[in-house]
């Protein structure tokens, strides 16, 4: 009686641990055999802002589960398998020039990579990439955001390739004296001469050039001069939401022949309208309910109160997949990436909360319809191939052309 009371509790129970969702596991069958490369994951920044210990890769311990959306057992569960860790840095630092904190940035990136040699290796190349993933290993990229940080020095350029960086966004929020940027000033009508010289350039080192930030010129101008696929790091399909930070349609229909791919992004705001509209009417009362308020733990107050009575609509990962399969449609399914931008969002989509989830968003394209073969370019295949070309491009140029001289004031005279 005992043995058959057991027989008959397996059989109602395995049936219902063992329930599981074809889509997810078809999404990681596909996973375990093509590397998912994420363009952009802002864990740098965390480390550095880290308030118990800021700078301190030892304390912001990725062994253990962290206050924000990144560790090394998420990235294992998100069958992450090449990361580009951004080494961003804000347009304006009050107290020295760009390079010390951009340097400082970039060591935490090494020390972060040296201190967990079983799970991430440092990468280069597209070689490095697929060996480290064949090896288990998270292939580990430095991608440096903003253009500020080479403070117009082309040298300055040279050198942070040298010290691992293999993608540059031409600007951040903040227009250079070389670049417009969505969010600044429309000072240039897209790149200067020398903004087309850094292009060159970065073509000659074997960087890619990303193109999120910048203006709509400024995209179309770096795509006219590059000789090398660009990328988009970390932005979506400004049709589907209308944002500046978002490449519109006439952007996407140049990338066929550049070669370039969009890596789609999670930000909240520029994936869902419904998300864009709350956030800029909370921008607008929260501005109001702030005047007059000068004492900091009372602005603190009115903005946990605020938030707390006003509850933000979520994004989904319906919403992504949405802005994935428009720039497919427009652009064509070899220009189509993954740029989440975890760890410089406050919260992720309804379903893609964190690094652990990127498998989800597959499952989602599977019930879409989405073949293997498409799937597997948007993990990774695309942006090996763009890399790839980088590549081939940078030995061609090394052979033809030194590194390059020009100086803005040489090129942007008035």
């Keep these: 009686m005992r043995w058959s009371a057991v027989v008959l509790l397996s059989l109602v129970a395995v049936p219902a641990a063992a329930q599981s969702d074809p889509a997810l596991e ?28 800021p700078f301190d890769v030892d304390a912001y311990d990725l062994s253990q589960r962290t206050r924000g ?60 990439i697929e060996r480290e993933f064949a090896r288990g290993r998270i292939a580990s990229l430095i991608g440096m955001e903003g253009g500020h940080a080479i403070e117009n020095s082309l040298g300055a350029l040279r050198a942070y390739y040298d010290l691992g960086v293999r993608y540059m966004t031409l600007t951040h929020n903040v227009t250079l004296d070389w670049a417009d940027a969505a969010h600044g000033q429309r000072r240039h009508g897209g790149l200067t001469a020398f903004g087309r010289e850094v292009v060159r350039e970065m073509n000659r080192l074997g960087m890619l050039i990303d193109l999120s930030h910048v203006s709509p010129n400024v995209m179309r101008h770096a795509i006219e001069t590059s000789e ?39 930000v909240p705001e520029f994936i869902s309208e419904a998300v864009l509209a709350a956030a800029n009417a909370r921008r607008g009362e929260v501005r109001q309910l702030f005047q007059g308020v000068t004492e900091a733990a009372e602005r603190r107050r009115i903005w946990e109160e605020y938030i707390r009575t006003h509850p933000m609509p979520r994004a989904t990962v319906a919403d992504v997949a949405d802005h994935i399969e428009h720039v497919r449609r427009v652009a064509g399914v070899d ?56 590549e081939q491009t940078a030995r061609r140029l090394q052979q033809e052309r030194p590194p390059s001289t020009a100086t803005l004031e040489t090129l942007d005279r008035n």
């Design 26 to 53: 078809h999404a990681r069958a596909i996973l375990r055999s093509t590397p998912l490369i994420d363009g952009h994951n802002d864990l740098p920044w965390a480390i550095r802002r880290f308030d118990k210990a």
């Design 69 to 128: 959306q990144t560790d090394i057992a998420r990235l294992r569960k998100g069958m992450v398998g090449a990361q580009f860790w951004s080494v961003y840095i804000p347009g304006e630092i009050p107290d020295s020039g760009y390079a010390r904190v951009q340097l400082e940035q970039i060591d935490i990136v090494r020390r972060m990579i040296a201190k967990y040699p079983d799970d991430l290796a440092l990468a280069l190349s597209t070689a490095d």
């Design 228 to 266: 090398s696929p660009v990328i988009f790091s970390h932005s979506s399909a400004r049709a589907v939401t209308d944002v500046p930070r978002n490449v519109p349609d006439e952007i996407l229909r140049l990338l066929p022949a550049n070669g370039g791919v969009v890596m789609l992004t999670f």
């Design 335 to 390: 220009h189509v990436g993954i740029g989440s931008d975890y760890d410089g969002i406050d919260r992720g989509p309804t379903g893609l909360e964190d690094v652990s989830t990127f498998p989800t968003l597959f499952a989602e394209l599977i019930r879409r319809g989405w073949s293997d073969t498409d799937l597997r370019k948007l993990a990774g295949e695309n942006v090996l191939r763009a890399f790839r070309a980088t």
